[in-house]
């Protein structure tokens, strides 16, 4: 029995150039490829973590120029010509590496699956917002889901990390972004 219906022509791709974690990526894509499944599928970056794809949960969280942003929503081609960081940019990074201790210590963490998009998104708090209260931080964490913590231990561990950043000097402050 013939079905035309499902004889599919092959769906055309593109080749792209993606700056990830200050290394060129070329990829070959099709044009739909979302930013998050290029960064899992294609660089082999699996930190980044797909929850909704919809761009409410912020699993997907990246940073893209030097902003946090969902990287679920548009396509990689989007992206040509920018620099996309994942998680796994961050292992030499103090601001992180303080982050990742305040959240074991506070226990902010408990299945995991939200914690590199939180992770990426308390970096922001941190660096844009150094003097945010409770209910500041609770506002920016408005855009990631996370169905374990309550978040409680999520903002202590923010809070901490900015307790102390606060507390050093502004050259070690420096050194540490």
Known sequence: MNTPF?????VATERIALDVNGRRHTLELEPRTHLADALREHCG??????GCEHGVCGACTVEVDGAPQRSCLQSAVRFV???????????????MAQLRAAFSAEHALQCGYCTPGMLMTARDIVLRLPQADEARIREELAGNLCRCTGYQGIVLAIQRVLRERANTTPQEAAHAA
């Open 6 to 10: 499902l004889d599919f022509p092959p």
């Open 45 to 50: 970056l699996t930190a980044t973590h797909l």
């Open 81 to 95: 010509g920018r620099s996309v960081r994942t998680l796994e940019a961050f292992d030499d990074d103090a601001v």
